[in-house]
């Protein structure tokens, strides 16, 4: 089970921490990603996170994303938001699991 937390509205150039509970499998040997779907455009890749710790990130969001992970929760830090940055963001094991959903709302 994957469930994500920490989404809500924010003004452009703040500052939102999105976290994703894991539980029901072995957290620490699967890859951890983040994927976003903004309406009418189709779910995409923010960043992912292996077991060991190498994070990859979509153009789109490099030097203003962070993904991390300790035992159980995989995080998801992000600055610098931008409107085009609204979305519902999904959390996933990278093996078929994936979280409901939160929203994130950049705007004025």
């Known amino acids: 089970q994957l469930v994500e937390s920490g989404g809500g509205l924010v003004q452009p150039g703040g500052s939102l921490r999105l976290s994703c509970a894991a539980s029901?499998?072995?957290?620490?040997?699967?890859?951890m990603g983040w994927y976003r779907q903004a309406p009418g455009k189709q779910r995409e890749l923010v960043a992912t996170i292996t077991s060991d710790g190498y994070a990859n990130y979509a153009d789109s969001v490099k030097g203003r994303f962070t993904i991390s992970r300790d035992t159980s929760t995989v995080y998801l830090q992000m600055n610098s938001l931008k409107p085009e940055d609204t979305a519902v963001y999904y959390c996933?094991?990278?093996?078929?699991?994936w979280g409901q959903g939160i929203q994130v709302t950049v705007s004025s």
């Open positions: 996933t094991n990278t093996v078929g699991s």
């Open positions: 029901g499998f072995t957290f620490s040997m699967y890859a």
